[in-house]
């Protein structure tokens, strides 16, 4: 699994980090980040709800 992160278009909504806290987090300006080793998903399952909880498509999950 990679996760794709297009911050250009958060608006820290807040949702990725509500369903998949284990993975994501916001930064100083609460815009979407990993959690440090995250970008593989930290085989937390939620992650596949997460681009479908984001207003704003910024959370793209590719299946290897
Ligand atoms: S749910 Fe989307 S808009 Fe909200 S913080 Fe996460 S990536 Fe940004």
Do not use: K, S, Y
Not at 1 to 29: K, N, S, W, Y
Not at 45 to 54: D, I, K, L
């Amino acid at each position: 699994m990679r996760i794709t992160l297009h911050r250009d278009r958060c608006i820290g909504a807040g949702q990725c980090v509500m369903t998949a806290p284990t993975v994501f987090t916001q930064d100083d300006e609460a815009l979407v980040a990993f959690v440090e080793g995250g970008e593989h998903g930290a085989d937390d399952p939620r992650v596949h709800e997460v681009p479908q909880a984001c207003p704003v498509q910024a959370v793209v999950v590719h299946d290897d």
